[in-house]
C-alpha cells in the first residue's frame, strides 16, 4: 500500500463542485485533485480564508510556535469569515508535541446556564430548544481555548498573535465568494435578532461578493483581549456586556457561567486503521462515531470495491447509520453521562454490531447498541512547525453564524450549541444547568509506529465523523494524495432529525455530489436507499502531513472553501 502513502505534486482533472463534474484537465495529476500539494520545510498552515493561512505563516516566521499560529488563524477567521466561528463559540484542539512526542486533547466547549432548568422549558410550553435567539446560548468557550493553549505551548506575547487580526477588523477584509454565500443564507433567519443587523448587516443587507467588511467593535474586543487576557472576557467588562445583553433579551447567560467557565485537558483516544492509529477526542463530542465506523468497515476489502462505486458507498452509509444510533444514545457530557468509550470504540463491538449489515438492502431503522453502560458550519485549520509540532484545530458558533444575538459594542454573535440539547427526561443528553451540550465540532490526528502521520479536519455538522473516515479511506484503501483525498466528489446521509435523541425511523436520506455517475446514483436506489445529488452541504477539509523520509511538510486546502495551504 505504498502509494496510499505518496504524496505526488501531480494532480489531475479538477471537479467543480457546484454542478459540472469536471472543471479543467490539469497537465499533469491524479483523478481528483484541484490544485497541487503545498510542501513546506520550516513550517505550514491550511485554513479556510487566505488571509488566516497568510497570518499563520508570518507568525511562524516571527519565530512563533505552531500553537501561536493556529491561535492567530483562528483569530483572524473570527474576522474573515463569522459564518463559521467566533469569539462568541468553542473550540476543540489536539496538539502533537514535538519535544515529547505526546497528543494533547482540549476541550473548550461551554457550559449551559446555571439559572435555566428543564422545566423552565416546559412551564414555558417548549418541545424543544430553539434555534435562534437568547434560549439555546451556552458559554463561549473560544477564548478561553486560545489562552490554555497559549499557556501550555505559545511562544510569542498573545498581543502578537492578535494584533494581525485586530488590524484587519479595523481596515477592513473584502468577502469571499463562498463566505458571502453562506453570510447572504444566514442574514435571513438572524436578522431580527438582537443586535445582528448592527454587526453583520452594515450594508443593510447580507454581502455580495468583494463587499469590504469592517468591525471596529471587534478590533476592540480582541485589542482588550490582548493586553488583559482572558479575564477580561469571563470576569470583566466583556463579561458584563455579555451577560447583561443576553438578559436584557431574555436569556440566562450570568456573570457567574462566564467566571466559573473552564476549559478541560483530555486525552484523545483511538482506534487502529489498516496499520494507522486515528485520534478523536471523547465525547460530549462526536469524534468517537468515526472511529466506530472505521471498526465496521475495516474488515471488508474496501479497496477492491473501488472509489465511487455503488457497494463501497452502500457499505459506507449502513455503517454510519449504526453508529449514528449510537451517537444519539450515548454521546453527551460525561461529567453528567456514563458514557462507555472504550466499549464503542473496541474491535469486540464492531464484530458484534456488523451483523447487521445487509450488502443488498438499506436499512430503514437500525437499534442502538447495548454498550453496558457503566446542522451548522465551522471553520478548521491545521498548523506545522519547525520543531515538529502539529496543531489540529476546529472552532464554531454552530449554525454559521450562531444564535444571531450580538452585543453591538464587542462585535461578535453568541453561539447556539445549546439546541443540540434535547429535553427527554432521562438521555443522557437531556438539558441541565452547567452541562455541556452534544457537540459537533471535531478535529482530528492520525499517528503511524508512535510517529505523527497527518492531522486533518473536515467541517459541516453531522457530516464531520462521516467525512474523517471518506478523507481517509480515499487515503489508505484507494490511494489518493492529501490534496486528491479531500477534493473527491463527497456523500452524506442524513437522519430525518437533529441528533438529539430521536431515532431514524424511514432510512433516512442519501445526499451526493455530481461527480458520481448516473448508474451509481441507481444502483443505491435500487437498494432501497432515497438519494439526492445536490452541491454543497459536504463540509471543507484541511491537512498537514508529516512525510518523515523527506523530513519536510505536506498540506492541502480543499476545494470547497475559499482558503489555501501555504508552506516556508
Known sequence: MQRAYKVSLLVFTALSLAGSTTAQDRIAGMQHATRSIVYGQSGVAATSHPRATQVAIDILRKGGSAVDAAIAANAMLCVCEPTGCGLGGDLFAIVWDGKAKKLHGLNASGRSPLALTRAWFAQNGHQSIPKYGPLPISVPGCVDGWFELHGKFGRLEMSQVLAAAIETARRGVPVPQTIAEYWRRGVIDRQ????????????????????????????????????????????????????????????????????????????????????????????????????????????????????????????????????????????????????????????????????????????????????????????????????????????????????????PSLGFGLQNRGELFNLQEGHANTYAPGKRPFHTIIPAFVTKDGEPFMSFGVMGGSMQPQGHVQILVNMIDFGMNLQEAGDAARIRHDRSSQPTGERMADGGEVFLESAFGDDVVEALRAKGHKVTVKPGAFGGYQSIMWLAAQKIYAAASECRKDGHASGY
Open 192 to 407: 431580527d435578532q438582537p443586535g445582528f443587523r448592527q454587526v453583520f448587516m452594515p450594508w443593510g443587507r447580507g454581502p455580495n461578493e468583494g463587499d469590504l467588511f469592517r468591525n471596529e467593535a471587534l478590533a476592540t474586543t480582541l485589542a482588550r483581549m490582548a493586553v488583559g487576557g482572558r479575564d477580561v472576557f469571563y470576569k470583566g467588562s466583556i463579561a458584563e456586556t455579555l451577560a447583561a445583553f443576553v438578559q436584557e433579551h431574555g436569556g440566562f447567560l450570568s456573570k457567574r457561567d462566564l467566571a466559573e467557565h473552564c476549559s478541560e485537558w483530555i486525552e484523545p483516544v483511538s482506534t487502529n486503521y489498516r496499520g494507522h492509529d486515528v485520534w478523536e477526542l471523547p465525547p460530549n463530542g462526536q469524534g468517537i462515531a468515526a472511529l466506530q465506523i472505521l471498526n465496521l468497515i475495516e474488515p471488508y476489502d474496501v479497496a477492491s470495491m473501488g472509489y465511487g462505486s455503488a457497494e463501497w458507498l452502500h457499505l459506507f452509509v449502513e455503517a454510519k447509520k449504526i453508529v449514528y444510533e449510537d451517537r444519539a444514545k450515548y454521546y453527551a457530557d460525561m461529567a453528567f453521562a456514563k458514557v462507555p468509550v472504550a466499549h464503542l470504540i473496541s474491535k469486540a463491538y464492531a464484530d458484534e454490531r456488523r451483523r447487521l449489515i445487509n450488502p443488498d438492502k438499506a436499512s430503514q431503522s437500525l437499534p442502538a447498541g447495548d454498550a453496558k453502560i457503566e446542522k451548522g458550519d465551522t471553520i478548521y485549520l491545521a498548523v506545522a512547525d519547525k520543531d515538529g509540532n502539529m496543531v489540529s484545530l476546529i472552532q464554531s458558533n454552530f449554525r454559521g453564524l450562531g444564535s444571531g444575538v450580538c452585543p
